[in-house]
Nanobody, 126 residues
């Protein structure tokens, strides 16, 4: 069992920045990689980035590459999503997710996600 709690969302003007946090817990946490997804109203949930606790692998969706950075603090069991140069189209609910490290397949395959957080709202005003 893995628990994920997101925080750090809010309202920001275009061009601004935010840092989201995903606090993870659970006895088998080391067996899971952590990813960030987002979902805008009326749209499907979209993969943003993912990282393993080893830090060896990170994946960024093309739409956020160069603006969003995923990182982790192993001592705090926390994964961060640092976002700069935010755009109104980045407005969405951002979700933290855990996927077993042995899973094979694209992170966009939502059926491979084992655990989800409750989400945190990010709103970017123009």
């Amino acid at each position: 069992q893995v628990q994920l709690v997101e925080s750090g969302g809010g309202l920001v003007q275009a061009g601004g920045s935010l840092r989201l946090s995903c606090a993870a817990s659970g006895p088998t946490l080391g067996s899971y990689a952590i990813g960030w997804f987002r979902q805008a109203p009326g749209l499907e949930r979209e993969f943003v980035a993912a990282i393993r606790w080893s830090g060896r692998s990170t994946y960024d969706a093309d739409s956020v590459k160069g603006r969003f950075t995923i990182s982790r603090d192993n001592a705090k069991n926390t994964v961060y999503l640092s976002m700069i140069s935010l755009k109104p189209e980045d407005t969405a609910v951002y979700y933290c997710a855990a996927r077993y490290v042995g899973s094979r397949g694209n992170w966009s395959q939502l059926a491979l996600i084992n655990y989800w957080g409750q989400g945190t709202q990010v709103t970017v005003s123009s």
